[in-house]
């Protein structure tokens, strides 16, 4: 990989990003054996540093680490010297101080992650941050397509929901624009940003017209708990219009997918019923997440057996 650091997909190069995936390939095998850990990580320590709830992400790279041997700590933030005032960049050097291989930083405020990296000596790993990127959620995407449609290049990619605050759609309009799939997004006119086609995505406020043949249809999360009455009158007028069900996917192609990064509001973004059932894709997500992620570890925090390899 070119920098030390994942810290978005803007940063990387088409090849990289099928580096990774080509790498998560191989590790998927992995976790289809009996004994599903490899030595490849032996000796090797990493910490997990989550100043946001998470269930998938922090799970999956708790996981990952595992598959690969590594020794993974769990850094709870709420029974840390935080507490006690310590900044969030010292909290960053005491811990590295004691030499961990690579550092997961999921934060709600957006570049954090890079701050971290700036005093950091090991890699830091994105695992979110505020409404910036959030790379390993794009990559295991891109992986669940590929894996699903045997492609991404030419496909049709419609993302539904929050665009403007969503730091999923960001890292995946980066993602499968660079892997060469025509990307759409949805949205109330409140919740895409402006100038949004600069992005090179092409921008709707009519959902049927956004999912006219389209391959993927990505629902966003609505953070409903904040953003009702300030961005759309109500959930229930939201669902009317942007949330999907199967009505609504008979104006995407036969063979559309169905995707969603979890947690899902039901009801709200997606109905129940294709939450549950083909064509959504959502627990293959959850399960590329772990493969993608000891990708990742492997190819970061690795680096040196990589190199030596
Ligand atoms: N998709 C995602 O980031 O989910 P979590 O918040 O549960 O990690």
């Excluded at 990580?41 to 996981?63: D, H, K, Q």
């Excluded at 961990?100 to 000596?121: F, I, N, Q, T, W």
């Excluded at 993608?292 to 057996?305: D, E, K, N, S």
């Amino acid at each position: 990989m070119s920098q030390p650091n994942l810290l978005g997909i803007e940063d990387l190069e088409p090849a990289e990003i099928l580096r990774i995936l080509d790498a998560a390939e191989h590790m998927v095998e992995i976790g289809h054996r009996a004994v599903k850990k490899v030595p490849t990580l032996r000796g090797r320590t990493i910490v997990n540093l989550f100043f946001e709830p998470s269930t998938r992400t922090r799970a999956s790279f708790e996981i990952a680490g595992k598959r690969l041997s590594a020794d993974v700590i769990n850094f709870s933030p709420s029974s840390s010297s935080l507490k006690k005032s310590e900044s969030i960049l010292d909290t960053a050097r005491t811990l590295d101080a004691m030499d961990p291989d690579a550092v997961v930083v999921r934060h709600g405020v957006a570049g954090v992650p890079k701050r971290v990296a700036d005093v950091l000596s090991a890699p830091v790993i994105n695992a979110g941050d505020g409404a910036h990127e959030h790379p390993t959620q794009a990559l295991l995407d891109c992986f669940t397509v590929r894996q699903q449609k045997g492609r991404i290049d030419g496909l049709t990619v419609t993302i539904v929901g929050d665009i403007l605050h969503s730091r999923v759609a960001r890292s995946n309009i980066y993602a499968f624009l660079k892997l060469g799939a025509e990307v759409r997004v949805a949205a109330p006119p409140p919740m895409l940003p402006p100038h949004v086609e600069q992005m090179g995505v092409k921008a709707f406020t009519s959902l049927r017209e956004a999912l006219d043949g389209a391959d993927v249809v990505m629902a966003l999360r609505i953070q409903n708990e904040r953003l009702a009455g300030a961005y759309f009158p109500s959930a229930r007028e939201y669902s009317a219009t942007f949330g999907l069900d199967r009505a609504k996917m008979r104006y995407a192609k036969d063979d559309a997918i169905v995707m969603h990064p979890g947690p899902v509001n039901r009801g709200v973004e997606l109905s129940h019923d294709l939450a549950d059932h083909r064509p959504s894709v959502i627990l293959d997500q959850v399960r590329n997440g772990v493969a993608l992620r000891m990708a990742v570890l492997y190819l970061y925090a690795g680096r040196r057996t990589a190199d030596e390899g």
